[in-house]
């Protein structure tokens, strides 16, 4: 299947080359496109430097609009799989093969969790607790269990990527877009995966926007549960 590994970017200087390296290394055969969104550092520079293929953003459009500005990208290129893989070398890329594996098989949405082994990574305790909770959401009001809620390294198909390419959550968008797909009856599934910790960089969710964090998406997931959106329709 054609497949596009979707790279969002932000200053993300310290990793880039060998998550890039990494890829190529282990998925030859996957087409990837880095979306460098407006970083401050030399990103840009370094992937220009090393012809990486890249998009830049003139603004800054956070992870929401650096997804989707790959989703649109993969619509528009006909590409039967996206494949959402961070920058800082958390995912690894071996795990490509099974993500695709699970879209020819029939499914329209495979996330990789960090939970259904618990190896490797856990994320941090407070992370766990907000996971946690966007699951217990999902579950009660969709009937679906995704233990792995905030996971950012995901597999779409083509229906998925068509409306992906349409509307995508702007703020830390996986627990509300897992709450969409579960809640309009698009096939999704669970692989086990082991992710690393981050091998340079800040995350952009610090203690303090953790609370506000949890607030804002757990109410999006309850919406996004209740609500079925016409645009599947289309």
């Not at 029939?106 to 259904?116: A, C, E, K, M, T």
């Not at 950012?152 to 509300?176: C, M, Q, S, W």
């Amino acid at each position: 299947m054609k497949t596009l590994v979707i790279i969002p970017a932000y200053n993300e200087e310290g990793a880039i080359v060998e998550t890039i390296h990494n890829l190529k290394k282990e998925c030859p055969e996957a087409d990837y496109v880095i979306v460098n969104d407006c970083s401050k550092d030399r990103t840009l520079e370094i992937c220009r430097k090393n012809n990486f293929n890249v998009l830049n953003l003139p603004v800054n459009l956070g992870i929401g609009g650096a997804v989707q500005t790959g989703y649109r990208y993969a619509y528009e290129n006909d590409y039967d799989v996206a494949i959402q893989m961070d920058a800082d070398g958390q995912h690894d890329p071996q795990y490509i093969s099974q993500l695709v594996a699970k879209i020819e098989e029939g499914n329209d949405f495979v996330i990789g969790s960090r939970f259904l082994e618990k190896e490797g990574f856990q994320s941090t305790l407070i992370r766990r607790m907000g996971i946690n909770l966007y699951a217990g959401i999902i579950k009660l009001l969709t009937k679906k269990k995704i233990t792995d809620t905030t996971s950012g390294y995901r597999a779409a198909g083509k229906k998925i990527i068509a409306l992906f390419a349409r509307n995508y959550p702007v703020d830390y968008p996986e627990p509300e877009t897992n709450a969409f797909i579960a809640k309009n009856n698009f096939k999704i599934v669970e692989i086990p995966m082991k992710m690393k910790q981050r091998d340079s960089g800040v995350s952009s969710i610090t203690p303090i926007k953790s609370i506000y964090y949890a607030v804002k998406v757990g109410l999006a997931v309850m919406l996004s549960c209740i609500f079925k959106n016409r645009e599947v329709e289309v």
